[in-house]
């Protein structure tokens, strides 16, 4: 399986620029035991990179997106001088860790079981 990221990216619509640095960032990520897809979003939700197919991506950036939107303003709310600097759902299927920044979001899917099981 291919598991170098794909730039999702419309052309020069995207201000974040996914350079190669952060290409063999992910592709460290995505090897890592139980790590079932890696995507960089930019704030709006649009996927700019991803190890994950088309409509996963789309599906997870946008609620993801969301998700983190409001974790981030309930954290200002309760203490206007602090800031979200990370993410962390669990189910008990998956995890979702997400690593917000200025301009862009990375997210992190993975299996909470051992594939094995």
Same mark, same amino acid.
């Given at each position: 399986?291919? /598991?170098?990221?794909?730039? #999702?990216?419309? *052309? ?13 960032? +992910? ?8 790590v079932s897809g890696v995507m960089v979003i930019n704030n709006?939700g649009i996927p700019l990179k991803s190890t994950l197919d088309?409509?996963?991506?789309? %599906? /997870? *950036? *946008?609620?993801?997106?969301? +998700? ?9 709310? =309760?203490?206007?001088?602090? %800031? ?12 979702? =860790? ?6 862009? #979001?990375?997210?992190? =899917? ?8």
């Amino acid at each position: 399986m291919d /598991y170098a990221p794909k730039s #999702m990216a419309a *052309g020069a619509a995207s201000n974040v620029d996914i350079n190669t640095d952060m290409d063999e960032v +992910l592709k460290r990520i995505q090897v890592s035991k139980n790590v079932s897809g890696v995507m960089v979003i930019n704030n709006e939700g649009i996927p700019l990179k991803s190890t994950l197919d088309s409509s996963t991506t789309v %599906q /997870y *950036g *946008g609620m993801v997106s969301d +998700l983190a939107e409001t974790a981030r303003s309930i954290v200002r709310d =309760l203490d206007p001088t602090n %800031q979200l600097t990370f993410l962390r759902v669990k189910s008990v299927k998956h995890e979702v =860790l997400v690593a917000p920044e200025d301009a862009f #979001m990375v997210i992190v =899917l993975q299996n909470t079981q051992d594939e094995e099981s």
